[in-house]
């Protein structure tokens, strides 16, 4: 099983999102917050066992990217991801 990257997060004074990529600011969500089921058994794409909230994020850099909240034997992990895009039909 391979997971996407997951990188940790870079904030400005402890508080501002910087974009995980090039550490741009400026950021607008970009689609709906979600919930990703690990059922337990690392279903979702983390490398935790347990769910993982998803929120989306596009950056006036143009990165697309997630911050993300996975939980894992009672512990709650935070980080970001890339943004993964379904290609259009
Ligand atoms: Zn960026």
Redesign the pocket.
């Known amino acids: 099983m391979t997971t996407s990257l997951m990188f940790p997060l870079h904030l400005i004074d402890g508080a501002v999102l910087r974009?995980?990529?090039?550490?741009?600011e400026y950021h607008h969500l970009d689609g709906h917050i979600r919930i990703e089921p690990g059922n337990d058994r690392y279903d979702a794409d983390w490398s935790g066992r347990g769910d993982v909230i998803r929120i989306p994020f596009k950056?006036e850099?143009?990165?697309c990217?997630q911050l993300c909240i996975g939980f894992h034997k009672g512990h709650q992990r935070i980080f970001t991801q890339a943004a993964i895009h379904e290609p259009s039909v």
């Open positions: 974009c995980p990529f090039c550490s741009g950056g850099c143009g990165h990217w």
